[in-house]
């Protein structure tokens, strides 16, 4: 079956780490994004890719990072700076930026200890 | 700017009676409008989503949405609910001419025995 895989599902860290949490899609969608999820404050985009080699700062991008070096791979990476890093992260596809319809994968949830 | 606002952060309902979740919107330019369901630590999966056409648009699940343009509103209706959909529910909007979904806070739907 198509989808979005996120990896690992949870994830503890300490203050100072960088982390690196994984998604791949095997849908075949040129688009590519993150969210972060905060109780309460809906899903916010971190970073999002239209095409391979090719990546833009969404609304929260501080303390994030990103790369898309392959159509089906986008691996965010959670670094030190990040002030608040604990919250539940989401990566979505879409076939590409002209059609509305998300695709997300289960997610991966991040605490910092 | 676009902007969502969902007006119930929690609905309280029981079994087999009817519910509506209401989502309104700011836009300055022609939507696209989504609803998404969200299980406890899963990722989001669409329900419905207005593209053009008929406004009452029929979903997943049994539920339904309307779009109505002069009050910049997309409520979420279901005749009669489940144990089984107490979930979180995010509505979402889409300009017809970008790429960047703006999400709602989310309703938190229970469904009472």
């Known amino acids: 079956d198509g989808g979005i895989t996120q990896s690992p599902k949870y994830l503890f860290r300490k203050e100072g780490q960088n982390v690196t949490l994984s998604c791949e899609q095997n849908l075949n969608h040129d688009a590519m994004y993150w969210y972060r999820q905060d109780p309460g404050q809906g899903l916010r985009l971190i970073y999002y890719s239209q095409i391979v080699n090719d990546f833009q700062k969404g609304d929260i991008a501080e303390g994030y990072s990103v790369s898309r070096e392959k159509k089906e791979s986008f691996p965010l990476t959670v670094t030190s700076a990040q002030k608040n890093p604990t919250a539940f992260y989401l990566c979505?596809?879409?076939?590409?930026?002209?059609?509305?319809?998300?695709?997300f994968g289960e997610g991966s949830r991040l605490t910092v200890l | 700017a676009q902007s969502v606002t969902q007006l119930d952060s929690q609905v309280p309902v029981f079994e087999e009676a009817p519910v509506e979740l209401r989502c309104n919107y700011s836009s300055s330019v022609s939507v696209y409008l989504f609803w998404y369901v969200q299980y406890p630590n899963q990722g989001l999966q669409l329900l419905l989503k207005y593209l053009s056409g008929s406004t009452l648009v029929k979903g997943i699940n049994g539920f339904e949405a309307e779009f109505n343009k002069s009050q910049t509103s997309f409520h979420l209706r279901k005749p009669s609910v489940h144990i089984s959909d107490t979930a979180e529910y995010f509505c979402a909007v889409m300009n017809t001419g970008g790429f960047k979904t703006i999400f709602g806070a989310g309703t938190r739907l229970f469904v009472k025995a």
């Open positions: 979505a596809s879409s076939i590409d930026f002209s059609v509305g319809e998300l695709f």
